[in-house]
T-cell receptor, first 116, second 113 residues
Framework: AQTVTQSQPEMSVQEAETVTLSCTYDTSESDYYLFWYKQPPSRQMILVIRQEAYKQQNATENRFSVNFQKAAKSFSLKISDSQLGDAAMYFCAYRAYGGSQGNLIFGKGTKLSVKP | KAGVTQTPRYLIKTRGQQVTLSCSPISGHRSVSWYQQTPGQGLQFLFEYFSETQRNKGNFPGRFSGRQFSNSRSEMNVSTLELGDSALYLC????????????FGSGTRLTVV
């Protein structure tokens, strides 16, 4: 069974600095999708960035980028120029490719605090 | 464009009762999934519906059930509520296509007393 592990329960970063959140996963599949979701106190899960496993190039969305290491099964999220609004729970998620396996498998999350 | 709408936002029920939660997906999204979020277990997948058919189901007891209507709106039902069912229930919708991320609603906070 696939699993997703986030080893950092809490992280803190100074405003305008850069922070990296770690995620590792376990799967025997070769094709899959990886996501980072943000959950602020409003509770709504917001998609931050996604990565297709078959793509070598790391995904980037404005200040958010990932370091995808397929062989190591690692998928870290880098937040540059951190802002107060980035404070939230961040969840790494895996989704299998194809068929009926459409559900997301989440890690336990990393709580990110941003200091002014 | 309206997002995923979940109702109600908060709910308090007594042990043994049943509850129905509602989810309206983004217009055009035909896939709807439900997740349970608790401090101890994190986010766990309940079930997924596509075109009114349950396509995938998580490891939850039969007390948890759901359905999807022709307009893609979905409901989930929990019967014979237990204290451990207290959680945030999140609904997510998606366009057809494997690579699309899900769009989540703000959830229903269920408290069982």
């Amino acid at each position: 069974a696939q699993t997703v592990t986030q080893s950092q329960p809490e992280m803190s970063v100074q405003e305008a600095e850069t922070v990296t959140l770690s995620c590792t996963y376990d799967t025997s599949e070769s094709d899959y999708y990886l996501f980072w979701y943000k959950q602020p106190p409003s509770r709504q899960m917001i998609l931050v960035i996604r990565q297709e496993a078959y793509k070598q190039q790391n995904a980037t969305e404005n200040r958010f980028s990932v370091n995808f290491q397929k062989a190591a099964k690692s998928f870290s999220l880098k937040i540059s120029d951190s802002q107060l609004g980035d404070a939230a729970m961040y969840f790494c998620a895996y989704r299998a490719y194809g068929g009926s396996q459409g559900n997301l498998i989440f890690g336990k999350g990393t709580k990110l605090s941003v200091k002014p | 464009k309206a997002g995923v709408t979940q109702t109600p936002r908060y709910l308090i029920k007594t042990r043994g009762q049943q509850v129905t939660l509602s989810c309206s997906p983004i217009s055009g999204h035909r896939s709807v999934s439900w997740y349970q979020q608790t401090p101890g277990q994190g986010l766990q997948f309940l079930f997924e519906y596509f075109s009114e058919t349950q396509r995938n189901k998580g490891n939850f007891p039969g007390r948890f059930s759901g359905r999807q209507f022709s307009n893609s709106r979905s409901e989930m039902n929990v019967s014979t509520l237990e204290l451990g069912d207290s959680a945030l229930y999140l609904c997510a919708s998606s366009l057809v296509g494997q690579g699309n991320g899900y769009t989540f609603g703000s959830g229903t906070r269920l408290t069982v007393v």
